[in-house]
Every structure is written in C-alpha cells, then in structure tokens.
C-alpha cells in the first residue's frame, strides 16, 4: 500500500525567507502523480502543485517549487520569499488510484 | 467558472441517526471524490465516483454510502452515527477524462458533529 510521510509536524519562517518542507512516499509503481495541497485556517484545500511522476524535471508554479527525486521517493516543497498568507498546513498528497495524505505540516510565517 | 460546492457547511447530529451530505462538482467535471478529515486520522479517502459509477473505495465500513447523479452531484449518507463519525467531510471533483489521476480541486467542507 502507498504511504505518504510528512516527518515535520510543525514549521516557521521569517518573511520574505525560504522555507522546505519535506516529504517521502512509498510505492512499487512507476507512474504516479504528486501533489501538495495548503490548507488555511479557512479549512479549504487549495492546490499548491502538482508532478507527474514520468516527468524529470521539476515542477514550479511562481513562488513555490518541488524537488523530486524519484529513485528516493522524495518530494519536497521549497517556498520562496515567504509570505503571511502562506501560513497553514501544508499536506503532501501521492495518486494512483486514489489520493492519500500525509500527516500534514503546519507552517507559520512570521512577520 | 465556480468552484465546488458542498452543502450544508455544519451539521450536529445525535448517534444513531443518518446524515445525508451533498457535494456539486466544477462544470465539466465528471469524477467526484469524498474525504473524511479528523485530527486523529489526518485525511482519509472515503470513496470516488465517475460517471454515476462508484470507481474507487476506501476501507470505511459499509455504513458510509454514496451516489453520483447524471448532473455529476454527488451525495454522500452516514447510517447510523457514531461519535467517531465527527469529522470534516471534503469533496473534491475533477475532469477525469477516462483516467483517476487528474488533479482534483476541493470544496470547502461539510463539518459534522455527532453527539
């Protein structure tokens, strides 16, 4: 079975500072997607973003970023120029035929 | 385009009875997925539906039940509550064009609490 973990319960960061957040999976498959998802206080899950994992190179959507390393099955957000707004727990999240979390890492960003 | 839409946002049930919880996806897509949230469990996946037809199921006991109507809605009933059954329950839809794995976008939850 696919297991997602998420060894950082609980991390801060300075504004305007990077911050990564970690993550590992566990799979005999070969094709898979990945995904990190914030979720605020608000509750609702908002996707942060996404990587097939037949694709090489890493993904990025402005701010944020991945790294992949397929054969370590690790799957790590990096944030750039942190801002208050991204404080929330962040999950990492791995598909096949259906999604399963991590435990979540709580991020907060201090002004 | 707007998001998806689950009603009702909170509920307080007593134990035994039954809940009924429903979820409208984005236009267009065609798959619905139900998660269960609590802090003991993190995010657990309930069940997913595609095409009126349950695809994908997750090891919950069979007193969770869902439905996906031909408008791609998506209903989702608890029989006989328990007090672990509080949790908060997200749906999420995608296109799924004939695959599991499109990139699934949630709605903003159904907090259930059982007394």
């Known amino acids: 079975a696919q297991t997602v973990t998420q060894s950082q319960p609980e991390m801060s960061v300075q504004e305007a500072e990077t911050v990564t957040l970690s993550c590992t999976y566990d799979?005999?498959?070969?094709?898979?997607?990945l995904f990190w998802y914030k979720q605020p206080p608000s509750r609702q899950m908002i996707l942060v973003i996404r990587q097939e994992a037949y694709k090489q190179q890493n993904a990025t959507e402005n701010r944020f970023s991945v790294n992949f390393q397929k054969a370590a099955k690790s799957f790590s957000l990096k944030i750039s120029d942190s801002q208050l707004g991204d404080t929330a727990m962040y999950f990492c999240?791995?598909?096949?035929?259906?999604?399963?979390f991590g435990a979540g890492t709580r991020l907060t960003v201090k002004p | 385009k707007a998001g998806v839409t689950q009603t009702p946002r909170y509920l307080i049930k007593t134990r035994g009875q039954q809940v009924t919880l429903s979820c409208s996806p984005i236009s267009g897509h065609r798959s619905v997925s139900w998660y269960q949230q609590t802090p003991g469990q993190g995010l657990q996946f309930l069940f997913e539906?595609?095409?009126?037809?349950?695809?994908n199921k997750g090891n919950f006991p069979g007193r969770f039940s869902g439905r996906q109507f031909s408008n791609s809605r998506s209903e989702m009933n608890v029989s006989t509550l328990e007090l672990g059954d509080s949790a908060l329950y997200l749906c999420a839809s995608s296109l799924a064009q004939g695959a599991s794995t499109d990139t699934q976008y949630f709605g903003p939850g159904t907090r259930l609490t059982v007394l």
């Open positions: 539906y595609f095409s009126e037809t349950q695809r």
């Open positions: 999240a791995f598909m096949l035929n259906d999604m399963r």
């Open positions: 799979t005999s498959e070969n094709n898979y997607y």
